[in-house]
């Protein structure tokens, strides 16, 4: 049953009025959890109508080593020499994406993100980055968190503008949303005490929003932290994007990510991790607290792609890329596949009832594709149940 709070949110919600801390913190608790979804939905639906977007991207982490001791890491070694220790040469990076990147379809997009090793010298990221701008100028280098840059400047002895002047000097184009966490302290200091705080991470994104780039934004859920923290997190990130949008800086933060926590193989692995309900219902919220930030992804890697194809109903619109192949969730035990092809991500967006539109970056449509027809959903169905039958009539 619907809570009475719920209906006094929801008439705030279509009158365009702004929800607050104690709003969040209800609807967190809301017991009817369709309902939530679908005043979500509606949010989405007057964005974005039926598209859901996704792209061709492809990851790349160099190295693994790492001086942080971030609790709830399974990527992460802390020091070179460890057995499982990995970084590689500015080569070897190519040689890596090499092997991902099919050149007849090329990706919009490359997604750099690394432990911070304390061993190499500042010059090795422009390396990395020119040398991907010189073998793949028409992809989108979207690279180093937050927590990399305030990184870079403490130990190399830069201020974070110096740092993003060399950076962009040798083609950094974007930042991912990693590194946020939890904003709130009493928890950042329990899961992440030696790594940038929250108003270091944010200060990062307000300084590339003032420079032209774009950011994402993420919050890492389902460990130690309460509703009320998640809910901190949100309405820090709305206020950043005010400011971008006050100082009419043209960058901005253009998509939140929730990450669901997993525990696998990393200092809280006591702990359960996440459920279904609880992603959909984390989804649902951000939607309805996020009233400034235009995308909301459901994260097809930290929630699986079926979790994933639900939240498109519960306020995403748009289900990240083909992720050709992340190696941070590989590593706490992920339950996803390794990467999904094209055709599996407009198959998962088109039995959602959802029109998938291919992007870049930065949100521009490559491709819409078309919506299936109900008659064809019913078709792939079954052909696919007959294809089940023929293997089971051979076996």
Same mark, same amino acid.
């Given at each position: 049953?619907?809570?009475?709070?719920?209906?006094?949110?929801?008439?705030?919600?279509?009158?365009?009025?702004?929800?607050?801390?104690?709003?969040?913190?209800?609807?967190?608790?809301?017991?009817? %959890?369709?309902?939530?979804?679908?005043?979500?939905?509606?949010?989405? =639906?007057?964005?974005?109508?039926?598209?859901?977007?996704?792209?061709?991207?492809?990851?790349?982490?160099? #190295?693994?080593?790492?001086?942080?001791?971030?609790?709830?890491?399974? &990527?992460? *070694?802390?020091?070179?020499?460890?057995? $499982?220790?990995?970084?590689?040469?500015?080569?070897?990076?190519?040689?890596?994406?090499?092997?991902? +990147?099919?050149?007849?379809?090329?990706?919009? =997009?490359?997604?750099?993100?690394?432990?911070?090793?304390?061993?190499?010298?500042?010059?090795?990221?422009?390396?990395?980055?020119?040398?991907?701008?010189?073998?793949?100028?028409?992809?989108?280098?979207?690279?180093?968190?937050?927590?990399?840059?305030?990184? &870079?400047?403490?130990?190399?002895?830069?201020?974070?503008?110096?740092?993003?002047?060399?950076?962009?000097?040798?083609?950094?184009?974007?930042?991912?949303?990693?590194?946020?966490?939890?904003?709130?302290?009493?928890?950042?200091?329990?899961?992440?005490?030696? *790594?940038?705080?929250? $108003?270091?991470?944010?200060?990062?994104?307000?300084?590339?929003?003032?420079?032209?780039?774009? #950011?994402?934004?993420?919050?890492?859920?389902?460990?130690?932290?309460?509703?009320?923290?998640?809910? @901190?997190?949100?309405?820090?990130?709305?206020?950043?994007?005010?400011?971008?949008? /006050?100082?009419?800086?043209?960058?901005?933060?253009?998509?939140? +990510?929730?990450? /669901?926590?997993?525990?696998?193989?990393?200092?809280?692995?006591?702990?359960?991790?996440?459920?279904? +309900?609880?992603?959909?219902?984390? %989804?649902?919220?951000?939607?309805?607290?996020?009233?400034?930030?235009?995308? %909301?992804?459901?994260?097809?890697?930290?929630?699986?792609?079926?979790?994933?194809?639900?939240?498109?109903?519960?306020?995403?619109?748009?289900?990240?890329?083909?992720?050709?192949? =992340?190696? +941070?969730?590989?590593?706490?035990?992920?339950?996803?596949?390794?990467?999904?092809?094209?055709?599996?991500?407009?198959?998962?967006?088109? =039995? /959602?009832?959802?029109?998938?539109?291919?992007? @870049?970056?930065?949100?521009?449509?490559?491709?819409?594709?078309?919506?299936?027809?109900?008659?064809?959903?019913?078709?792939?169905?079954?052909?696919?149940?007959?294809?089940?039958?023929?293997?089971? $009539?051979?076996?």
């Amino acid at each position: 049953m619907k809570s009475a709070r719920f209906d006094e949110i929801a008439a705030k919600v279509r009158a365009g009025e702004r929800l607050s801390e104690d709003d969040g913190l209800a609807l967190f608790v809301e017991p009817d %959890l369709l309902s939530l979804g679908a005043l979500a939905n509606e949010v989405r =639906e007057q964005r974005h109508g039926d598209r859901a977007y996704f792209n061709r991207n492809v990851r790349l982490e160099v #190295t693994n080593v790492c001086v942080a001791s971030c609790r709830f890491c399974s &990527f992460a *070694k802390l020091e070179e020499g460890h057995p $499982d220790a990995v970084t590689m040469t500015v080569a070897q990076a190519l040689e890596n994406l090499r092997g991902k +990147i099919d050149p007849a379809a090329l990706p919009t =997009e490359v997604h750099v993100v690394n432990g911070l090793h304390a061993g190499l010298p500042f010059s090795y990221y422009e390396d990395l980055l020119s040398a991907l701008r010189a073998e793949w100028p028409t992809i989108h280098r979207k690279c180093f968190t937050a927590v990399e840059i305030v990184f &870079f400047a403490q130990h190399y002895g830069m201020t974070v503008d110096a740092v993003f002047d060399r950076l962009i000097a040798a083609g950094l184009e974007s930042l991912p949303g990693g590194g946020a966490e939890i904003f709130h302290p009493d928890v950042r200091a329990r899961i992440a005490p030696d *790594k940038a705080s929250a $108003d270091e991470w944010l200060d990062v994104h307000r300084r590339a929003h003032a420079r032209g780039m774009f #950011t994402n934004a993420t919050m890492l859920y389902g460990h130690i932290e309460t509703y009320a923290h998640r809910v @901190d997190h949100l309405l820090r990130l709305r206020a950043l994007q005010d400011e971008a949008i /006050a100082k009419n800086h043209p960058a901005r933060i253009q998509a939140f +990510i929730p990450l /669901a926590f997993h525990p696998d193989g990393n200092g809280m692995k006591q702990l359960p991790g996440t459920t279904g +309900i609880d992603d959909l219902r984390t %989804l649902a919220v951000s939607r309805l607290m996020l009233d400034n930030v235009d995308h %909301l992804k459901a994260y097809w890697v930290s929630s699986t792609p079926k979790v994933a194809q639900i939240g498109l109903a519960f306020g995403a619109d748009d289900v990240d890329g083909t992720i050709v192949s =992340e190696t +941070i969730y590989g590593a706490a035990g992920k339950k996803a596949p390794e990467g999904l092809t094209v055709d599996d991500l407009t198959r998962l967006i088109r =039995e /959602a009832g959802r029109v998938p539109v291919e992007r @870049d970056t930065l949100y521009r449509v490559v491709q819409e594709h078309p919506r299936a027809a109900p008659e064809a959903t019913v078709k792939l169905r079954d052909r696919r149940q007959g294809r089940h039958l023929q293997v089971l $009539d051979e076996v």
